[in-house]
């Protein structure tokens, strides 16, 4: 079946490792436009942190942020937003501290941290082009948690948090790495897989007709919903065998060479 859409994940896959959407990427979804398929975009970050994107790529879909958990028009405007319930937000950041990782809160247009010069604050607000909010402690601060985030430079700790998350809170809360780095904590419904599902409702698009671009343990319940999964070249084994297909990592414009390939079926 032909593709109607494609959904793609920014970090690790529209974007270079320094954050640069390259022109061959801006082109590749000019191309999308050109041929009458709707493109969109989910990631785990928060709404602002996608913002600068919409200009150079036309975006005209809903935005989906924090890994499903929020989804907003290109304009910001809030389409629909889903909290981690308020009682669980305080255990799962216990759960992460447990891990030795650092815990970040995300709740509504507010990221809120502990420690400004803990690891990948400063990285991440380059990132989303914007600061965090310095608070003391997160006393207080559990309702409308669109994510919690547990940041870590040991990769296996995050990971084993990750699963632990998971195996403790069951279905209520999704948790996966969106990064080796962090370990995204969302309401349940907040995944990327739901994320194929509301844009297949709106757009009234069977999901076999539409292709997913990622790179990450996160993206692999949305390769499950689609039609066309694509991997990029630097994800991990988990990640690309669970896609069809595999491109080039996301330093060789593998993002733009899965659409001109898979998608187009343009020849090299």
Sequence with gaps: ???????????????????????????????????????????????????????????????????????VEPDMSVVAERAIPPELVPEIVSLLERFRLDVWLYRGADWLVRDLDAPHVAREAFTVQFQPTLVESFDGESDGVAKIVGVSDDHDAVERASGAAHDTFGDHVSAARSQPYYADVTHPDANKGHVVQFLSAKYRIPEEQIATVGDMPNDVLMF????????????????????RRVTASNDEDGFAQAVERFVLGERS
């Design 1 to 71: 079946m032909s593709v109607r859409l494609v959904l793609s994940d920014v970090d690790g896959t529209l974007v270079t490792q320094e954050k640069v959407l390259t022109e061959r990427s801006i082109a590749a979804v000019q191309k999308l436009h050109a041929a009458g398929i709707r493109f969109a975009i989910t990631s785990g970050r928060p709404p602002r942190g996608m913002a600068m994107l919409v200009e150079p790529l036309a975006l005209s879909t809903p935005i989906a942020a924090f890994n499903g958990g929020m989804v």
């Design 224 to 243: 499950a919903r689609s039609g066309l999964s694509i991997a990029m070249g630097q994800s991990g084994r988990e990640v690309q065998r669970a896609a």
